[in-house]
């Protein structure tokens, strides 16, 4: 089944563009829009699971960082664990 393809103009600043291509570059997609695309699903995923009290934590070597947050949005984040159980 073929779905329906959508054109999207996106207008954004230097900076974002080249995180964009960066992500690209980091993760061998084939295009901006699979880059997109994956953004899209991974921050649905987590507003999903953080609307279900789903708490975040995120990790570096090994050792906990405070939770993230909004205060807590400076952070580098090296790697970041859904911690919830999953039924």
Do not use: W
Not at 8 to 30: F, H, I, P
Not at 31 to 38: L, Q
Not at 63 to 77: C, K, T
């Amino acid at each position: 089944m073929t779905q329906e393809l959508k054109t999207v103009c996106v207008q954004m600043t230097q900076k974002n563009y080249d995180r964009l291509v960066s992500l690209r570059d980091l993760t061998d997609a084939s295009g901006d829009t699979e880059v997109i695309a994956n953004a899209l699903r991974l921050y649905e995923d987590i507003v999903e699971k953080y609307r279900e009290g789903t708490t975040f934590y995120v990790m570096k070597d090994g050792l906990s960082m405070p939770e993230l947050s909004s205060s807590h949005e400076d952070y580098e984040i090296y790697e970041m664990f859904i911690c919830s159980e999953f039924k």
